[in-house]
């Protein structure tokens, strides 16, 4: 079954870093684009970045030049390193792979900054 686990949530300081790290199965082929969503509490889930085939990157501006995305070439793994991070980065943060039947979610990794 295919399947995406998630790893490197948790509490840090305003201005810290943390590292998700997402594992697929390598039962999902064909993978068009890996990345990372999050949502906020009372908040629309919304994409935070994204990696595609060619390996051109997609962030939201909020992140800009504070996280970045990265994959392995065989698609079995997409990493986000976060920077700087701010007390507005807290979320529960979704990884993402995208082929060309369908959209696989991860179960969620809890990120939260303190001020």
């Known amino acids: 079954q295919e399947h995406l686990v998630e790893s490197g949530g948790g509490l840090v300081q305003a201005g810290g870093s943390l590292n998700l790290s997402c594992t697929q199965s390598?039962?999902?082929?064909?993978?068009?684009?890996m990345g990372w969503y999050r949502q906020a509490p009372g908040k629309q889930r919304e994409l935070v970045a994204e990696?595609?085939?060619?390996?051109?990157?997609d962030y939201t501006d909020s992140v800009k030049g504070r996280f970045t995305v990265s994959r392995d070439s065989a698609g079995n793994r997409v990493n986000l390193q976060m920077n700087s991070l701010r007390p507005e980065d807290t979320a529960v943060y979704y990884c993402?792979?995208?082929?060309?039947?369908?959209?696989?979610w991860g179960q969620g990794t809890q990120v939260t900054v303190s001020a």
């Open positions: 990696i595609y085939t060619g390996g051109s990157t």
């Open positions: 390598g039962l999902i082929y064909s993978i068009g684009a």
């Open positions: 993402h792979v995208q082929n060309c039947l369908r959209h696989y």
